[in-house]
């Protein structure tokens, strides 16, 4: 069930069931890209019209360079005639002048040669194209028996109608509750044992920019890179150098702007890339820092800021709490606490965390055999103890957090950057139900 198949692919999934009281739980498999994209006879289809197009860009070719030989050839029949005419005057004896003159004129056709080998390699060309374009015509003629009697435009028109609904469908899906985490996919192993990594939670789909930011504590230099591609392959990156440094590694990207902890402080930082500038920070009050309260990991994780569908978070502890996580709504505005939730859960013996339609998830360990054990649920301020398994590849987790825009977790795992994709379980009334 490992659905996202490769980093460019990005597949979301949503479970399916039916429940004893007759009420509908949606499955719903949507990928990032378009669905026209990932089936593969339109894939085949549109391998073919790329096909099409360089066939007919060839033709082009041809057409131009035959109207332009054509030309020459044209020319130079009038100059073969003069010719001609010449020699016959001359009936066999020609003056040094007349004989020099025929010669420069004779020069004049030498070109000719080569058009004429152009002629036979376009010839030969025509010949293939011909080829290629009924071999075309026989792979489309199938596709479509097989396919059905619709011409690819009305297809494509059919499978955006379809993703259209698919999506809408998502939307009114809206959240649900994790169930399964998928199998890792390594993107890329850079960098050293700590460390975080992320896309900016509230772009569109078309912005796929990554930061990089390598190390737990003191750190000031973020890369960006232009796509995730280019993340993997290490190239088309600009430097941010921060103003101030961080501490541990619970950043996130949100809205353009990268909320971190000021390093040997309380203090939220919020940096507008940008702007290059900070745009505001703030203390976040009684909360713990410099390995107070950190992770079981340790690392300076005391602050840990996330971004679900509902907006940005900080899960933090202070000592009114006795060592226990606090969850607290920030404003991405002015970073002011909206609210906070007591979940009762000691953060020492938390190995990372990430948020979920406002529920905090809490893993029991940051090594090799961790799981999601513990939920707590924001909207009831209440909590359950879970067991959700997940496959921590390379035994040491530093950095955990959930994408909403692409329903994925992100992970630092001993120098590897991981993509893990989630399974949330939904329950949606059928017509007529309340």
Same mark, same amino acid.
Request: glycine share 8%; charged share 20%.
């Given at each position: 069930?490992?659905?996202?198949?490769?980093?460019?692919?990005?597949?979301?999934?949503?479970?399916?069931?039916?429940?004893?009281?007759?009420?509908?739980?949606?499955?719903?498999?949507?990928?990032?890209?378009?669905?026209?994209?990932?089936?593969? *006879?339109?894939?085949?289809?549109?391998?073919?019209?790329?096909?099409?197009?360089?066939? #007919?860009?060839?033709?082009?070719?041809?057409?131009?360079?035959?109207?332009?030989?054509?030309? !020459?050839?044209?020319?130079?029949?009038?100059?073969?005639?003069?010719?001609?005419?010449?020699? *016959?005057?001359?009936? &066999?004896?020609?003056?040094?002048?007349?004989?020099?003159?025929?010669?420069?004129?004779?020069?004049?056709?030498?070109?000719?040669?080569?058009?004429?080998?152009?002629?036979?390699?376009?010839?030969?060309?025509?010949?293939?194209?011909?080829?290629?374009?009924?071999?075309?015509? /026989?792979?489309?003629?199938?596709?479509?028996?097989?396919?059905?009697?619709?011409?690819?435009?009305?297809?494509?028109?059919?499978?955006?109608?379809?993703?259209?609904?698919? +999506?809408?469908?998502?939307?009114?899906?809206?959240?649900?509750?994790?169930?399964?985490?998928?199998?890792?996919?390594?993107?890329?192993?850079?960098?050293?044992?700590?460390?975080?990594? %992320?896309?900016?939670?509230?772009?569109?789909?078309?912005? =796929?920019?990554?930061? $990089? %930011?390598?190390? !737990? !504590?003191?750190?000031?230099?973020?890369?960006?890179?232009?796509?995730?591609?280019?993340?993997?392959?290490?190239?088309?990156?600009?430097? +941010?150098?921060?103003?101030?440094?961080?501490?541990?590694? &619970?950043?996130?990207?949100?809205?353009? #702007?990268?909320?971190?902890?000021?390093?040997? #402080?309380?203090?939220?930082?919020? $940096?507008?890339?940008?702007?290059?500038?900070?745009?505001?920070?703030? =203390?976040?009050? /009684?909360?713990?820092?410099?390995?107070?309260?950190?992770?079981?990991?340790?690392?300076?994780?005391?602050?840990?800021?996330?971004?679900?569908?509902?907006?940005?978070?900080?899960?933090?502890?202070?000592?009114?709490?006795?060592?226990?996580?606090?969850?607290?709504?920030?404003?991405?505005?002015?970073?002011?606490?909206?609210?906070?939730?007591?979940?009762?859960?000691?953060?020492?013996?938390?190995?990372?965390?990430?948020?979920?339609?406002?529920?905090?998830?809490?893993?029991?360990? +940051?090594?090799?055999?961790?799981?999601?054990?513990?939920? !707590?649920?924001?909207?009831?301020?209440?909590?359950?103890?879970?067991?959700?398994?997940? +496959?921590?590849? $390379? #035994?040491?987790?530093? %950095?955990?957090?959930?994408?909403?825009?692409?329903?994925?977790?992100?992970?630092?795992?001993?120098?590897?950057?991981?993509? $893990?994709?989630?399974?949330?379980?939904?329950?949606?009334?059928?017509?007529?139900?309340?």
């Amino acid at each position: 069930q490992t659905l996202f198949q490769s980093p460019e692919e990005g597949w979301q999934l949503y479970t399916s069931a039916q429940a004893p009281d007759g009420k509908c739980i949606c499955t719903a498999v949507i990928p990032a890209q378009s669905t026209c994209a990932r089936d593969g *006879r339109s894939r085949e289809l549109r391998q073919l019209m790329e096909k099409v197009q360089n066939v #007919s860009q060839s033709m082009e070719v041809l057409e131009l360079r035959t109207y332009r030989d054509l030309q !020459y050839v044209r020319s130079m029949e009038t100059l073969m005639r003069s010719l001609d005419a010449r020699l *016959r005057a001359a009936d &066999g004896s020609l003056s040094a002048k007349s004989f020099q003159e025929l010669k420069d004129r004779m020069t004049e056709l030498l070109p000719l040669s080569s058009v004429l080998e152009q002629y036979k390699a376009d010839t030969r060309t025509i010949v293939r194209l011909r080829e290629e374009v009924r071999n075309l015509s /026989g792979s489309l003629a199938a596709i479509q028996e097989e396919m059905g009697a619709y011409g690819y435009e009305d297809l494509q028109q059919r499978v955006m109608a379809l993703e259209a609904r698919l +999506h809408a469908c998502a939307q009114k899906l809206g959240c649900g509750k994790l169930t399964g985490v998928s199998n890792p996919i390594t993107i890329r192993a850079m960098g050293s044992r700590f460390g975080s990594w %992320m896309t900016d939670t509230m772009a569109p789909s078309a912005d =796929s920019r990554v930061w $990089y %930011m390598d190390g !737990y !504590y003191k750190g000031r230099r973020v890369l960006e890179f232009r796509t995730l591609g280019d993340f993997i392959k290490g190239q088309n990156f600009i430097q +941010h150098l921060l103003p101030q440094p961080w501490a541990g590694t &619970g950043h996130v990207v949100y809205n353009g #702007s990268l909320f971190y902890n000021k390093y040997q #402080s309380n203090v939220v930082v919020k $940096y507008h890339f940008r702007s290059r500038s900070v745009l505001v920070q703030r =203390s976040l009050p /009684g909360a713990g820092y410099n390995n107070t309260f950190p992770y079981s990991w340790g690392g300076f994780s005391d602050m840990d800021f996330m971004v679900d569908e509902s907006g940005l978070w900080a899960v933090y502890t202070t000592n009114q709490n006795a060592g226990n996580i606090v969850v607290s709504r920030l404003d991405p505005h002015t970073l002011e606490v909206m609210r906070s939730w007591d979940t009762g859960y000691p953060k020492r013996s938390a190995g990372e965390a990430f948020m979920i339609c406002g529920v905090l998830y809490v893993t029991n360990s +940051h090594l090799a055999g961790a799981k999601v054990y513990f939920a !707590y649920f924001t909207n009831t301020s209440s909590y359950e103890y879970t067991d959700v398994p997940f +496959h921590n590849q $390379y #035994s040491h987790i530093s %950095m955990l957090d959930y994408n909403p825009r692409e329903r994925a977790l992100y992970t630092w795992n001993n120098g590897h950057q991981v993509l $893990y994709n989630v399974t949330l379980f939904h329950v949606i009334s059928t017509a007529g139900d309340p």
